[in-house]
């Protein structure tokens, strides 16, 4: 009778071992997971396959870590039974004095049942709470820089001429990014709005202008950084620019449209337009668009971004992140170190929001 047994458990130390026959009965089990439902065991941030859940959300071992800092603080974490738990540790394997030290301190007192009841439940599982609220746990300086990061993306977004892009970019008589970094004036009354609104398809003549339109973003963006970093350069602006402009443009048409479009088959620019999927078979000349481009950038980033709806506040710091490459080339070694700081400082904001 015990040969037929698939677990042998001993009253010493309590501890259970398989014999031969699970693993072979594990081996032997038919895959009925098929290659359909591994797809969805995809890591939510690198997208490797066999994630499993760790600290509430998908994600392999490698990226787990950046879901663990969205918890709460060891200080603020609460034993649910009171301190009083039920379970006991197996004698002689694990020292209780270990895993929990402060067992016999009295437990901290809970918070009341109507304040969780008086959020609303998203679809992600978690409570929402109003921006004054989470902003109000948040220190002073970390206030301090998400407004003066909301401030700039308002300037950035923001036109100062009634002129069609088509027609004004590029710009007549600047040819070389040096000559606007070392004259900012020069931009004066030449960007137009921006806005990513699914309200026509964009023309194939426009798609130069809108790139030209986000290569005045990035320069605007490192522009109004500068004086969080001290005296820059114009080498280290232009160093800044020139690393930042891709991500930075891919990323916004990616966040903003998960922001202001549900359709999945849409990707909005920067001047209330949008081109669709399969922008190679519409287009004449997809210029910096092509290559498929597009399609990835719907499956792999506005899904994503849409799925998890992210803050005004959470784009904003993203975007500063973004244009604090420390590792730009020809960046000097004097402004690594202030790079590295100020982004690690906008990083705590940006994980504090993801907290709350």
């Known amino acids: 009778m015990a040969s037929g047994q698939n677990a042998n458990r001993t009253a010493e130390n309590n501890v259970i071992t398989l014999n031969d026959s699970d693993e072979e009965t594990e081996d032997s089990n038919p895959l009925s997971t098929s290659s359909s439902s591994a797809s969805l065991n995809l890591c ?9 859940h760790h600290y509430g959300a998908l994600s392999c071992v490698g990226c787990k870590g950046f879901f663990r800092r969205a918890l709460l ?39 009341p049942a109507t304040t969780v009841a008086s959020c609303d439940l998203t679809d992600r599982g978690r409570t929402t709470k109003t921006r004054e609220e989470w902003m109000k746990k948040m220190t002073v300086e970390m206030r301090t820089i998400l407004m003066t990061l909301l401030n ?15 027609k004004l970019y590029p710009l007549k008589g600047i040819d070389k990014l040096r000559d606007i ?3 900012p004036i020069s931009l004066k009354g030449k960007r137009t709005e921006m806005r990513y609104e699914a309200y026509r398809m964009a023309g194939n003549d426009e798609l130069c202008a809108i790139a030209y339109r986000r290569l005045i973003a990035a320069i605007d963006w490192v522009e109004s950084l500068s004086p969080l970093l001290g005296h820059l350069t114009v080498d280290d602006k232009i160093a800044l620019i020139k690393s930042s402009f891709a991500p930075l443009m891919v990323f916004n048409f990616c966040a903003r449209t998960a922001e202001a479009c549900q359709d999945e088959n849409v990707l909005c620019l920067c001047n209330f337009a949008y081109v669709p999927r399969n922008i190679s078979k519409l287009y004449e000349d997809t210029y ?16 994503v971004y849409r799925e998890y709806g992210m803050r005004e506040e959470e784009i904003v710091c993203v975007n500063a992140m973004i ?14 170190e202030k790079i590295v700081e100020l982004r690690n400082r906008i990083a705590d904001c940006l994980f504090s929001i993801v907290k709350e």
């Open 73 to 111: 603080k060891a200080d603020q974490l609460e034993c649910a039974a009171n301190g009083e738990c039920t379970k006991k540790s197996n004698a002689g394997v694990v020292d209780s004095t270990i895993v929990r030290p402060n067992r016999d301190a009295p437990p901290k007192p809970r918070k």
């Open 152 to 166: 700039i993306e308002t300037k950035v977004m923001k036109g100062d001429t009634q002129q069609e892009a088509s």
């Open 323 to 336: 244009c604090l490459n420390p590792l730009a080339k020809d960046v000097s070694d004097s402004l690594f």
């Open 181 to 183: 970094v070392e004259t």
């Open 44 to 52: 939510r941030v690198c997208g490797a396959e066999k994630a499993a």
């Open 288 to 303: 910096h668009l092509g290559n498929g481009l597009v399609e990835r950038a719907l499956n792999e980033l506005v899904a």
